[in-house]
């Protein structure tokens, strides 16, 4: 079993950066293939950035290519997602998720066995 736990949202001005992380326990991140999900209000879960369980190749959604980074410490077990020039439509709930070694698709959310809880982020205009 692995445990997701998220930290870093808040409210931020639109052009500002946050860094989210995502704290494992309970198994190392090593070998996994993670995931970060957001779901605004009244929208559907939406795939944003992953990372293979190799840790060589990284996926990005084209409205955030270039202004969001994925990366992960193996010696603090995290995974991060650096979040730069935010806009409001940014704004949601963002969730991490993790699978042991491959997924079929990093973009398809039920691929995925863990998830953390969520961090709210808010981008004001």
């Known amino acids: 079993q692995v445990q997701l736990v998220e930290s870093g949202g808040g409210l931020v001005q639109a052009g500002g950066s946050l860094r989210l992380s995502c704290a494992a326990s309970?198994?190392?991140?090593?070998?996994?293939?993670i995931g970060w999900f957001r779901q605004a209000p009244e929208k559907g879960r939406e795939f944003v950035a992953g990372?293979?369980?190799?840790?060589?190749?990284?996926d990005y959604i084209d409205s955030v290519r270039g202004r969001f980074t994925i990366s992960s410490d193996s010696a603090k077990n995290t995974v991060y997602l650096q979040m730069n020039s935010l806009k409001p439509e940014d704004t949601a709930v963002y969730y991490c998720?993790?699978?042991?070694?491959?997924?079929?698709?990093?973009?398809?959310?039920?691929?995925?066995?863990?998830w953390g809880q969520g961090t709210q982020v808010t981008v004001s205009s």
């Open positions: 998720a993790a699978k042991a070694w491959g997924v079929t698709n990093i973009r398809e959310g039920s691929a995925y066995s863990y």
């Open positions: 309970g198994r190392t991140l090593r070998g996994h293939s």
């Open positions: 990372m293979s369980w190799t840790g060589t190749s990284t």
